[in-house]
């Protein structure tokens, strides 16, 4: 299983004041609070971390088919500038990241040194209809198919289905902003 998770810093920027008050206690352990308040640019390890969480959560979802809202049930760790743990009670994901001054975007795996393709986007328009036609389009040349459909099941977990066929494929999906990407197993 796979998750992945985007963040557009200049769209997080506009949309969330992360240093209002109690934002940063809802959203992140103590531990992680102090990552973020020790780090040179606390700006972006707040997404760096956010997008961490996010990715990991992805992948718990497909694994246990549960939703839920609680970030600080998610904890971060931080193995070097690209890579890091987020632990959800007994279950460990492997993060690699790519920071930019544009974006951050991470991948969540169940084990890590798995073999993953993934790509993302710029779309200046941010249009979420022109992001998804650029992200299928990519996925159709990734699984040498001429047509596939994302559905998505039960509790929003997307699926391929090619014809009436489900795809027995690990991917995810993300947009924010301007950026959009994709990752698939």
Not at 123 to 132: I, V
Request: proline share 2%; hydrophobic share 40%.
């Amino acid at each position: 299983m796979i998750g992945n998770d985007i963040v557009d810093l200049k769209q997080a920027a506009k949309d969330s004041n992360w240093k209002r008050p109690r934002f940063l206690d809802k959203i992140f352990t103590p531990r992680e609070q102090q990552l973020i308040w020790s780090a040179k640019d606390q700006d972006q390890m707040v997404w760096l971390l956010w997008s961490m969480k996010e990715a990991a959560y992805k992948v718990n979802v497909q694994q246990f088919g549960t939703r839920f809202f609680n970030p600080k049930r998610l904890e971060c760790t931080l193995l070097s500038n690209l890579k890091g743990e987020v632990i959800i009670e007994d279950n460990r994901y492997f993060i690699e990241s790519i920071i930019t001054e544009d974006f951050i975007y991470s991948i969540a795996l169940i084990a890590s040194g798995k073999s993953y393709k993934s790509e993302w986007f710029l779309d200046h328009s941010q249009d979420y209809d022109a992001q998804s036609k650029c992200l299928k389009r990519s996925f159709l040349k990734t699984l040498n198919l001429d047509e596939v459909t994302i559905i998505k099941n039960n509790i929003g977990v997307p699926k391929l289905q090619h014809n009436s066929d489900l795809l027995d494929v690990s991917f995810s999906l993300t947009h924010h902003g301007a950026f959009s990407g994709y990752a698939i197993l």
